[in-house]
C-alpha cells in the first residue's frame, strides 16, 4: 500500500459534498493531485480539484479510475460505488495496487442491538457513591460487523457495502476497508443545519426530536478526511471502521448546546408526529453508542477529538465562515446628551442584539467570573472607577463570550471612547489570556498548499468556492471590527438646551448625570478625547466601515427614527 504514495493523484467521488470535500482538500494538501467527480452540476471547478470527470460506464471514466492509486468513493449512489468496485478488481498492470476507501455510514449499523449496558457495583451498606467515577464503556464493537443491522431506508447503502467487502477481499491487488462515518458535522453543511439555523433566528426553543438521552455518534468532517488519508498507509486490521468522535454525546447535550451558544437559552421535546416527515431526521433518531476501535488508536492530529460539544466553538465558527453569517456590529459615538442611548435601545431591541455600554459590559463580565470578573466586582463594591485597561479588558471579554453578542452581534452605545481603547479593543488579539480564563484555544487551521502550475487545459484552475479552513483561536478571541458606525455630531449649543430642558425627573434619576455639572464634566472629557489624533473613528480610516454622520442640527422630532431607518440599509 506504502507504493501508492509513489503515485499523486487520487480520485475522489462527489466532491462537492461535505465528506468529499473534506477528503479532497485532505489528500490536496499532502500533495495528490485530485480527480473527481460531484453529485451535481458546478458552474465552475474548485480550485483544489485538478480535473472533474463525470461518471460514465465506458472506458474513459475506467481510465481515470486506474490512473489514481487511491480510490475514495462514498455510498450515496451505490451503484456507482460498485461499478468502480468491480473495474478496479479487475486485473493491472504488473506490480500494479490500488487503495480503494469506501465512505458509507453508520446508518447501517442502526438497528444493531446494544449489548447490555454494564451495571455499577452495589455499594456497601453506607458508602457513598464516586460521581466522578468514570462509567464502564459500552456500545456496539466495529469488529462485529457481521451482527450489523442497517435502519430500512439504508439497507441498499449496506447491500452495496457487502457486495464492495467482497471485491475487495478476494482480489489480490485491490485494498482498502469501509469506513462508516457518523454523524458528520462541519463546514455549515451537515445535519444539524436546520438546529443551527432555528437557533440563529431566535424565534423558537431548539427543538430535541425524540429521546434526549439517546447516543449520537459524530465525525466532524476534517477528522473523517484525516482518517480516510491515515488508512492509506496505516490499514485496519479490519474491513469495517467506525469514524466517531471519541467523546459521544446524547442528542439532547447536543440540542442544549448549540441553544446555549446561540444565546437561546431554550429548547423543547418535540412530538413524534411532528418530526416523522422531517427530511433528513433519520439520522438525528439513532441511539448508537460506540466503543473505541480502529480510529481511536491512530496517532494523526484531531480538529475536535473531544467531539462535537466540546469543540462547538470551532464549529459555530465554521458554520458562521461557511453560511456568511456576519454578526451585526454598530458604534455609536457622539457627545454627551446627543441621544446616543435613544438610538442604540432602538436599534439593539430591532436586532435583538445587546445595548452595550462600558458599565453594563463591566456586570456581564463580572456575571461570567473568572479572575478578570473579580477584579472588576472589587471596584463597583467600593464604588470606585474601574481603571481603563481594565475596562478594555471586560468590554472584549463581554462580546466575545456572550453568546447573542457573538453571534448576532452588538450595538456600542459610546465606548470606545479614545483611538487607544480602540486598538486595544478591535486590534488586540488576547487569546492565550482569555483562554486562561476558561476559553479553549482551538487547533490552527492546516494550509493548503498552492496550485502548482501545469500545462493544457487539464491543468488550468477555474474560480471556485473557496476552501474551508478551520478557524483558529483568533476568531474567538478578537471582537470585529464594527459594521457600520453613526457619530451624531449635535452643536454644543444644542446639547446645552437639551440639557437645561430635561424634566427633573430625569436630572435626579440615578446615574443619569443629566446635571449641568455632569454635562460640563463629560462634555469636558467628550472634547479632550478627540484632541492631539485621539479621536476614535480614526480606526475606521481607510476599512469597508460605513460611518454615518446625519445631520442632526435641525433636532427633528423623528430624527433617530431616520438615523435607524439609513442605518438598516447600510447593513
Known sequence: VGAFRGM?????????RLEGRAVALKFKAAGYDVLATTSKAMASKPPFIKKLVSFEKNEDFCKV??????????????????????????????????TLIVVSSVMTWARTPLPPKPERPELEEGEEPDEDAEEEPWGINEEDFNDRLPHPNFRDALAGEKRVARRIATCATLHGCIINAGVVYGAGDDAFHQLMQTAWEQEKP??????????????????????????????????????????????????????????????????????????????????????????????????????????????????????????????????????KTVLCQVLADYYKVPHVTCLSAIQGCVALGGELGEQLKAFLDQNERVPDALAVK????????????????????????????????????????????????????????????????????????????????????????????VHLDVPETTLRSRVAAFPAAEVEKEGAHNTEADFNRRFESYSRAREDAKDPLAIFDGTDT????????????????IVGRVLLSLV
Open 546 to 561: 460605513d460611518v454615518l454622520k446625519p445631520d442632526v442640527a435641525l433636532d427633528q422630532h423623528n430624527l433617530f427614527l
Open 206 to 339: 431548539v427543538p430535541i426530536y425524540g429521546d434526549p438521552d439517546r447516543i449520537v455518534p459524530t465525525v466532524h468532517a476534517t477528522d473523517l478526511a484525516s482518517l480516510v488519508y491515515n488508512a492509506v498507509d496505516n490499514a485496519p486490521d479490519t474491513m469495517y471502521v467506525i469514524a466517531a468522535d471519541r467523546k459521544q454525546h446524547t442528542i439532547g447535550e447536543i440540542c442544549r448546546t448549540i441553544s446555549e451558544k446561540a444565546g437561546v437559552q431554550n429548547v423543547v421535546n418535540v412530538p413524534k408526529e411532528e418530526y416523522l416527515l422531517l427530511e433528513g431526521i433519520d439520522r438525528l433518531l439513532i441511539h448508537l453508542p460506540v466503543l473505541d476501535g480502529y480510529m481511536a488508536k491512530q496517532e494523526f492530529t484531531l480538529l475536535c477529538p473531544d467531539g462535537l460539544v466540546a469543540h462547538f466553538d470551532t464549529v459555530l465558527d465554521e458554520y458562521c465562515l461557511v453560511r456568511r453569517v456576519t454578526p451585526l456590529g454598530v458604534y455609536v459615538s457622539g457627545p454627551p446628551a446627543a441621544g
Open 8 to 16: 499523486p493523484r487520487v480520485f475522489v467521488s462527489n466532491a462537492d
Open 65 to 98: 479510475l486506474r490512473s489514481c492509486g487511491v480510490i475514495v468513493y462514498d455510498l450515496l449512489f451505490p451503484e456507482q460505488t460498485e461499478y468502480a468496485a468491480e473495474v478496479l478488481s479487475q486485473p493491472q498492470e504488473e506490480g500494479e495496487e490500488k
Open 394 to 485: 471586560a468590554v472584549r471579554r463581554f462580546l466575545v463570550q456572550d453568546p447573542i453578542a457573538r453571534m448576532h452581534g452588538f450595538i456600542l452605545d459610546g465606548y470606545p471612547r479614545v483611538l487607544d481603547e480602540m486598538k486595544e479593543l478591535f486590534e488586540r488579539d488576547d487569546t492565550v489570556e482569555e483562554a486562561d480564563d476558561g476559553e479553549e484555544a482551538a487547533p490552527e487551521a492546516e494550509e493548503e498548499p498552492e496550485e502548482e502550475p501545469g500545462a493544457g487545459e487539464e491543468d488550468e484552475v477555474l474560480p471556485g468556492p473557496k476552501p474551508l479552513a478551520a478557524p483558529s483561536a483568533r476568531s474567538r478571541h478578537a471582537v470585529p471590527l464594527p459594521t457600520s458606525v
